[in-house]
């Protein structure tokens, strides 16, 4: 079946540095990429998404890429700030509208 | 805009009862919702996908006779955890989309925390 593999699973940068999330799908047929940010005991929070005719997008201090011939796509944000922490999802959205969600990325930026 | 919410945001019940949760789209139709359980540092794992008027169809491992999923209309969805164990504990979230089978956007509820002593 569709699957979605997530890397790091924690990550632990110094404020004011980077992070970069990495995830590769299976599914040929994907076609919508979101990630998410989900706080402990709340829901997930689309922070950033990208359609499969695009290669990169950029919102302020995140941005996302896309490689469909490798099936990789990345989070990067920069700058990270302290309430950055949080755990990480990448979704693939497969061509059977269900959204595989990776295995999620532990945040930590230490002021 | 795109609101979903849940009920309730967190229940305890004994073992061998049964617990309804609710997922109301308050702004939209949600043609299509999704029901997600969560176990502690783990990935959201999708149970089932349900559209509106029709039965459910459940992801591979999860058991339908226990995991009751009602969809009965275009903003409101029912999954009833029957005959509880305290293994079935966790936390669930409900995601509602807009168009049959869904599109690209899944809108999220806060999620239930279900306890089963």
């Known amino acids: 079946g569709e699957n979605v593999e997530q890397h790091p699973s924690t990550l632990s940068v110094q404020e004011g540095d980077s992070a970069v999330i990495k995830c590769t799908y299976s599914?040929?047929?994907?076609?919508?990429f979101p990630w998410y940010k989900q706080e402990l005991g709340k829901r997930p929070q689309l922070i950033i998404d990208?359609?499969?005719?695009?290669g990169e997008k950029k919102d302020q201090r995140i941005a996302v890429t896309l490689n469909k011939t490798a099936k990789h796509f990345s989070l990067h944000i920069t700058e990270t700030q302290p309430e950055d922490s949080a755990v990480y999802f990448c979704?693939?959205?497969?061509?059977?509208?269900?959204?595989?969600f990776g295995t999620g990325t532990r945040l930590k930026v230490l002021a | 805009g795109a609101v979903v919410s849940q009920h309730p945001s967190w229940v305890i019940c004994k073992s061998g009862t049964s617990v309804k949760i609710e997922c109301r789209s308050l702004?939209?139709?949600?043609?299509?919702m999704f029901w997600y359980r969560q176990f502690p540092k783990q990935s959201l794992m999708l149970m089932a996908t349900?559209?509106?008027?029709?039965?459910?169809?459940?992801e591979q491992g999860v058991e339908k006779d226990k995991f009751l999923i009602n969809h009965a209309s275009l903003t409101l969805s029912t999954l009833t955890v029957t005959s509880a164990h305290p293994e079935d504990s966790s936390f669930y979230i409900c995601?509602?989309?807009?168009?049959?089978?869904?599109?690209?956007?899944?809108?999220f509820g806060p999620g239930t925390r279900l306890t089963v002593t």
């Open positions: 349900s559209n509106e008027g029709s039965k459910a169809t459940y």
């Open positions: 995601s509602a989309s807009i168009g049959w089978q869904g599109t690209y956007e899944q809108y």
């Open positions: 979704v693939s959205y497969s061509g059977t509208y269900k959204y595989i």
């Open positions: 990208i359609r499969s005719n695009v």
């Open positions: 599914d040929s047929a994907s076609n919508y």
């Open positions: 702004d939209f139709q949600a043609t299509t």
